[in-house]
């Protein structure tokens, strides 16, 4: 299996079209990178590639080659399982050579089965742990805040991480600090690793939850450009308190054999799966090929 080398787009930050071509190409860079470390998640990060295009082609301030600047925008990944559509976007944007993508999970690789600032120091935090990094967005949010900072934090969170107190502990704090330089994206996918959410420890109802401890909350179909857009730049004019934009996502996204089964959470897909998800992928990448004039070689 091969990654795609990176397709030569026009103008990725305006056009929703090329964006949807490279939300296709990461989700066959998740696939790929599995089936090459025979281990690891793919439901999560299939579930996550529009949300990731946009954030790292077109909204959060970053440069690959100044990649501690300290007026950039801070990402937190807090469900680090996710971590092969994290590790693709980062590639895409310059942080590291594509090929890199292939040692996922391999020891002494930089790409561990969950982001380490030992191996990566240009990265914000570790995680793996759940429930932590709604935690580190907040301290670091607020530390923009007191050093007059215009940089702001996005933080990633899965929906099944708000079964832990911690979520909720930091929650609290961001809207006593009215941190409005905060972001907290989550990944409502309605799956965890022992099933369906609302059956192992159900979360609704979780918009009026994040009401309640006065943030500003947006719902959105995770999969839509138009709609991450424009929460991203609706969450940008709140004042006052922090924003939750609620992704709602499809698990397992663009492959139909692992779409909404939780079973997906944390299996990699052996062989004779991989080659049936990247038929299908590549498939829809014809259609969306036809639509667009990009280079894909």
């Not at 930050?13 to 281990?39: F, G, P, Y």
């Not at 922090?242 to 139909?256: E, H, R, S």
Request: charged content about 25%; overall charge negative; glycine content about 6%.
């Amino acid at each position: 299996m091969i990654i795609h080398p990176m397709p030569k787009f026009k103008d990725i930050q305006h056009n929703l079209k090329e964006m949807k071509i490279l939300a296709n190409i990461m989700r066959q860079d998740v696939i790929t990178m599995l089936a090459e470390a025979k281990s690891g998640h793919p439901a999560g990060p299939l579930g996550m590639a529009e949300i990731f295009v946009v954030l790292f082609f077109r909204e959060m301030h970053h440069d690959p080659k100044y990649p501690l600047d300290p007026n950039r925008d801070r990402f937190v990944l807090s469900n680090g399982h996710i971590a092969p559509i994290y590790y693709s976007a980062l590639a895409r944007s310059g942080y590291f050579e594509l090929e890199k993508l292939l040692t996922l999970r391999k020891l002494g690789s930089e790409l561990q089965g969950h982001p380490s600032k030992d191996w990566m120091p240009y990265i914000e935090n570790s995680s793996g742990p759940l429930g932590h990094g709604l935690s580190i967005a907040c301290g670091i949010a607020y530390a923009l805040r007191y050093d007059k900072s215009l940089s702001r934090v996005y933080c990633v969170t899965s929906d099944g991480e708000h079964q832990e107190g911690s979520t909720w502990e930091a929650a609290m704090l961001a809207n006593k600090y009215k941190l409005d330089n905060l972001v907290n994206i989550i990944d409502r996918n309605y799956i965890q690793i022992d099933g369906k959410t609302e059956e192992v420890m159900p979360l609704e109802p979780l918009v009026d939850k994040y009401k309640a401890f006065g943030w500003h909350t947006i719902s959105i179909n995770g999969h839509d450009l138009e709609q991450i857009i424009d929460a991203l730049e609706e969450a940008r004019k709140t004042k006052g308190r922090p924003t939750v934009i609620l992704a709602n996502t499809v698990p397992g996204k663009g492959v139909k054999f692992m779409e909404h089964f939780y079973e997906w959470h944390g299996k990699p897909p052996k062989k004779e799966e991989a080659e049936k998800a990247l038929e299908e992928l590549s498939e829809e990448l014809k259609l969306l090929q036809k639509e667009q004039d990009v280079i894909i070689p």
